[in-house]
């Protein structure tokens, strides 16, 4: 299934059912009375986060949304049946925003649905028309007709996906996250010697011996500007925000061996532009690919740079190491 985190949707509340002209004819009473009965309500149309979706491709497919009208009102004082609600699923860490003016991007955001199971109503469904017999009066005591139904609210919405993980792997392109995400989950990201491999968030679960679990989420590599939406910018930005704290794994082609930490700072400016809040996020720093060291070479780095771990994805050196220290902060 392709990974889709926005789409645009049109939601329709039912309308409701009309109001019925009727009049009492039994038998003996050849004059009866208005009896008329209302029509029933438009169903409402709710939002429920489930943990059953990943992604909000299905609303790619469908584009609009639409719950059941109210039946009419029927004769002998009988009302008519409300209509069904329409319950729509979406993915956990779905927000919900109404389009007011679409040229102009003006939007506002009505929900962010952040744990499995909560629900929010996002169109109420109309009132349903008043029969005959409600409008009965001493000076008229026939009256012949009734309320039509009301319709439904309908929204214009769009739907946007945050992952919601405990672990967000931060890097430059080509950094090695992927193939650190598959080293250790059961994750099968798409892995090559390119920039620019992973163009989707790709997630992975672990399980320790306790049976406690860490979701994952290999973030698409980020470069200068990204803030700015360059790259894959702030497509991919928004992910991390829900992260509990952060993984920035760098290649050792990339850094200079004579200031490593400082080629940190490219990713963390970025993200301190994108949101300051966002920058402060915990992070464990890594260094991938040390296979392409040499052993003296790693061992005088090792004793520079003790706050930092070294790890060969592609070969598992020192991934332990990293794993006990991701259970730890988590």
Known sequence: MRFIDEAKILVKAGKGGRGCVSFRREKFV???????????????????????????????????????????????????????????????GTLIYEIKDEEQGKEVLLADLAKNGEKFLIARGGRGGKGNMYFKTPTNQAPRYAQPGLPGEE??????????????????????????LSAISAARPKIAPYPFTTLVPNLGVIADDLGRKMVIADIPGLIEGAHLGQGLGHRFLKHVERTRFLVHILSIEDVDLDNIAQGFDLINKELEK???????KQQIKVINKIDLLSKEDLSILKNKYPELFFISALHGDGIEELLSAMWKKL
């Open 30 to 92: 050849p004059k009866g009375g208005p009896d008329g009965g209302s029509g029933g309500k438009g169903g409402d149309v709710y939002f429920l986060a489930s943990n059953k979706l990943l992604t909000l491709y299905d609303f790619r497919l469908k584009r609009v949304y639409q719950a059941e009208n109210g039946q009419p009102g029927m004769g002998s004082q009988k009302d008519g049946r409300a209509g069904k609600d329409l319950v729509i699923e979406v993915p956990v």
């Open 155 to 180: 929204k214009r919405l769009r739907l946007e996906l945050k992952l919601i993980a405990d672990v967000g792997l931060l890097g430059l392109p080509n950094a090695g996250k992927s193939t650190f």
């Open 274 to 280: 994108f949101d300051p809040v966002l920058a402060k």
